[in-house]
C-alpha cells in the first residue's frame, strides 16, 4: 500500500484546489464600530444550475493512519467545509484530468481552518480527527447528483 504523510495545511500548498479560510494576519476591514474584523469574500463558490446552501454536517472522527480507498468530486459545484469547533481534521485532494484522479496529498488543518474545494476537484470525505466532528458545509442545492465517486485498484494508507 502506498504510503501519503499528511503535511500542515498552508493556503499555498493547497491553492490548486481551493481555498483556505482562516482569520489569520489583518482582516480586510474593521466593522461593528471596531470590535470585529472582517476577513472578506475569502472563497471562490461555484454552483452551476443551482443554488448555495449552508448545511450542517456531523462526522465520526477517524484515526490515522487511514485507508484511503476513494475520492469524490463535484462536477456542479464548490463545497466548503467550516468547523464549528477548533479541532484539526484531514483533507485528501487529487489532482485532476484525463478524468481519473492522480496521488492524492494530504493536510490536518489547524486549529480555526476550513476549506472550500473547487467546483470538480477530487477530495476525500469529510474527516474529522475529533469528536463531534460539527461542520457547517457550503455546498450546491439543485437538480442532479453532482457526485462523482473514484475508488482506487489498491487503498492508499495516509500517516501522521
Ligand atoms: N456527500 C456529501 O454531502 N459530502 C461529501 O461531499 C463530502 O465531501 O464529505
Ligand atoms: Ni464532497
Redesign the pocket.
Known amino acids: 500500500m502506498i504510503k501519503i504523510r499528511a503535511q500542515l495545511l498552508t493556503a499555498e500548498a493547497f491553492a490548486p484546489f481551493g481555498d483556505v479560510l482562516e482569520a489569520r494576519g489583518a482582516p480586510d476591514k474593521q466593522i461593528n464600530q471596531g470590535l470585529c474584523g472582517r476577513f472578506h469574500d475569502r472563497a471562490a463558490l461555484d454552483f452551476d444550475g443551482g443554488r448555495a446552501g449552508i448545511s450542517l454536517f456531523k462526522a465520526e472522527p477517524r484515526k490515522l493512519p487511514l485507508t484511503l480507498e476513494m475520492v469524490?468530486r463535484?462536477p456542479d459545484g464548490s463545497?466548503a467545509f467550516l468547523p464549528m469547533s477548533q479541532d484539526p481534521f484531514l483533507i485528501v485532494v487529487a489532482p485532476g484530468g484525463g478524468g481519473k484522479p492522480g496521488r492524492p496529498t494530504a493536510f490536518v488543518t489547524a486549529p480555526g481552518q476550513g476549506v472550500n474545494y473547487f467546483r470538480g476537484v477530487w477530495?476525500g470525505?469529510?474527516s474529522p480527527l475529533c469528536a463531534p466532528g460539527l461542520f457547517a458545509v457550503v455546498d450546491r442545492i439543485g437538480e442532479g447528483p453532482n457526485?462523482e465517486e473514484h475508488w482506487f485498484d489498491e487503498p492508499y494508507m495516509i500517516e501522521h
Open positions: 469524490e463535484h463545497q477530495h470525505v469529510l457526485l
